[in-house]
């Protein structure tokens, strides 16, 4: 994984592009009519990570490289978009490259900004989505239905159990419902991620507020609650954001935001729980690296083993792989430093079987 890639859907006047724009400081055009985003707006965002800051004290170093998301901004959907009404497939074709799709839904009032569909309603606003989303996917799955079948008709087994899955998939979108509520085999599964439909996605909720209820939409928006109720369902995350008071924060520094999120009783930005469901829905975490030219966070998937991590940093390293050396982030501050940290025995030297944690601060030993 290089980049992890959010894409931000919606429909038209949700609030979309103003947290794109707030998010990403990318300057997109936002405006009060639809379709003004037309070709997704590309926005490389920092993680946020406390611990870069202490190991680059620690170690002096020269830089220091955060991880990154890409969050990708398509087009504000309507319905009739799978059929080519608005942008429609233009709009699907993007949406296809993302590893998690960030659906922003309008959960507040007001007379001055348009609502493509004429009122407030959250769940109407998800089910337009969803449906067009399972309209192009239906078509996806038919295209290759044609294919299988005649081959499953030549008596090819493969082909046979694939046709299978495809139907009970087809049976399922057809329903309105999203792919990834089919109860599929691990060879299901497999077969299935080669069509990498849109409804197969991790999908997480962004319920964007008001702002002045930016610190108390969570619990008191009704609007908020009957998402929540819905992506309970979906085994979604939900974040309540104000893609206003996450517009100010842009254009405040570090300091000053800070100050601005206590005021209005918050204690992380938008942005960082945002980051932070991501990197859950995906199954993520962070190992570290350190030392006087660099420290440096790198994003793998949970379960991932040590020569595998040492291949995000070079594939030389992951062939050449002898043995990680790994001390917890914990252990290393609580320590001072690696040789106090060795001294106590908290450097572990790990094999080709270990399994990466998160915080793990790792040389990796390797021989090409």
Not at 68 to 76: E, P
Not at 261 to 271: D, I, N, W
Request: charged letters at 30%.
């Amino acid at each position: 994984m290089s980049n992890l890639e959010v894409g931000i859907v919606g429909l038209p006047n949700v609030g979309k592009s103003t947290l794109f724009n707030a998010i990403t400081k990318a300057g997109a055009e936002a405006a009060n009519y639809p379709f003004c985003t037309i070709e997704p707006n590309v926005g490389i965002v920092d993680v946020p990570d406390k611990r870069l800051e202490v190991l680059h004290k620690m170690y002096e170093s020269k830089k220091t490289t955060p991880a990154s998301i890409r969050f990708v901004d398509i087009a504000g959907l309507v319905k009739g978009a799978a059929q080519g009404e608005g942008l429609g497939n233009k709009f699907l074709s993007h949406i296809r490259q993302v590893d998690a799709v960030a659906h922003v839904v309008r959960c507040f009032n007001d007379s001055n900004i348009t609502h493509v569909e004429g009122s407030i309603d959250p769940l109407r606003d998800i089910e337009i989505i969803n449906t067009e989303l399972c309209l192009a996917d239906m078509e996806t799955v038919e295209k290759r239905l044609e294919k299988t079948t005649r081959a499953a008709k030549s008596g090819a087994k493969e082909a046979k159990a694939e046709e299978a899955m495809l139907k009970k998939v087809y049976e399922v979108l057809t329903d309105g419902k999203p792919a990834r509520r089919v109860e599929l085999s691990d060879d299901e599964e497999v077969m299935l991620q080669e069509l990498n439909l849109l409804t197969m996605k991790p999908t997480l909720f962004i319920a964007n507020v008001a702002e002045d209820e930016a610190a108390t939409a969570d619990k008191e928006n009704p609007y908020v609650q009957k998402v929540k109720e819905y992506a309970a369902h979906e085994n979604a995350e939900v974040v309540t954001i104000s893609a206003k008071v996450e517009a100010e924060i842009a254009e405040l520094d570090k300091e000053e935001a800070e100050e601005f999120l206590k005021e209005l009783g918050l204690t992380e930005s938008g942005l960082d729980r945002l980051i932070k469901a991501a990197f859950k829905l995906l199954g993520l975490l962070t190992f570290l690296t350190a030392g006087p030219d660099e420290c440096r966070a790198w994003t793998i998937t949970k379960g991932t083993k040590a020569p595998q991590a040492a291949g995000k940093i070079h594939t030389d390293i992951e062939r050449g792989f002898i043995r990680a050396e790994i001390v917890s982030y914990d252990d290393l501050v609580a320590a001072g430093s690696t040789n106090a940290a060795k001294e106590k025995g908290q450097v572990r030297l790990e094999g080709k079987d270990y399994i990466m944690q998160d915080g793990d601060v790792t040389y990796f030993r390797f021989n090409v």
